[in-house]
């Protein structure tokens, strides 16, 4: 198994795993006796791992990976739920996973890992949430108009991505947040109309499992669990008062856990790229704790 080094994520190998019928694609790095698997939030793949994945590789195997329709894993055949990513991230971890490992999730993310902790409860050493999606907070009672407008700007978004250049523009968010390398493969991965699709699907799944998780949560993780909330809003959507009131859902959420932990984080949305080194110590201080 390679280890990562430095500026040289996008050569790792990787391979297909059959999941639930379909296949995802993966990418194993690192040493060591334990495991941390990766899980994306909305419109990324592997590849938002990236800042990350190099500061674990002395200490344990690190698994990221595509889910259906993303990246390299190609095209999904159908609309999944995130129920069903939780299946293909379940099947995934039986088939690539030898023992137990600790789980780490961005933001949507969030959604599936709660429901794939579920089966995999008896196999977690911990849990990771990186601004996950906080569907108690208020801002989601009207979520529906939310993701109809998300939708018509992914629409406009995947016009754009068919150039390149204007893909450039399109992606100018996240331009600064990650190496040139990994840049340039979500550029020719994530910011394509295939892309723009998925993530368009993925908005419609956490849709309807904002409804479905307020309704009938998953069952709350027994393994120890840390939130890390982000406190500065993405500089081209300001807005101060939701994302206080997210953070205080996300806090009720975690701290309500048998074994949970919360901690605000002087980063905007994709704490994993402004703060990879809190990142990686928060996911050792898990793996220590069941050494």
């Not at 698997?37 to 419109?43: P, Q």
């Not at 969030?110 to 990186?130: D, K, P, Y």
């Not at 340039?184 to 409804?211: C, H, K, Y």
């Amino acid at each position: 198994m390679k280890t990562l080094e430095g500026g040289g994520m996008r050569e790792v190998p990787g391979r297909t795993v059959p999941v639930t019928g379909r296949s995802v694609y993966v990418e194993e790095s690192g040493q060591g006796p334990d495991w941390v698997v990766l899980e994306a939030g909305m419109s990324c793949g592997r590849t938002c791992w990236d800042p990350v994945v190099p500061l674990l590789a002395d200490r344990a195997r690190v698994v990221a990976y595509d889910r259906a329709g993303r990246a390299l894993t190609g095209s999904a055949t159908r609309q999944c739920s995130i129920d069903d990513m939780a299946a293909d991230l379940v099947a995934m971890v039986e088939a690539v996973v030898p023992g137990k490992l600790v789980l780490v999730a961005h933001s949507m993310g969030g959604l599936i890992v709660r429901r794939a902790a579920e089966s995999l409860e008896h196999r977690l050493q911990g849990l990771v949430l990186i601004d996950p999606t906080p569907v108690t907070a208020p801002m989601y009672d009207t979520w529906d108009r939310t993701a109809k407008q998300i939708d018509q700007n992914l629409a406009v978004a995947q016009l754009l991505t068919r150039v390149r250049p204007l893909a450039r523009l399109a992606s100018r968010n996240i331009r600064g947040l990650f190496s040139k390398d990994t840049y340039e493969t979500m550029l020719r991965e994530d910011f394509t109309p295939a892309g723009v699709a998925q993530t368009s699907n993925e908005n419609r799944a956490v849709l309807a499992a904002i409804r479905q998780y307020r309704d009938q949560p998953p069952r709350p993780p027994k393994c120890p669990t840390v939130l890390l909330a982000a406190t500065r809003p993405p500089a081209s959507t300001p807005r101060g008062r939701r994302l206080a009131e997210g953070r205080e859902h996300q806090r009720r959420y975690v701290e309500n856990l048998p074994d949970g932990r919360y901690e605000d984080v002087d980063s905007a949305h994709f704490i994993q790229a402004e703060q990879p080194h809190l990142v990686a110590d928060t996911i050792r201080r898990l793996l220590d704790r069941n050494s």
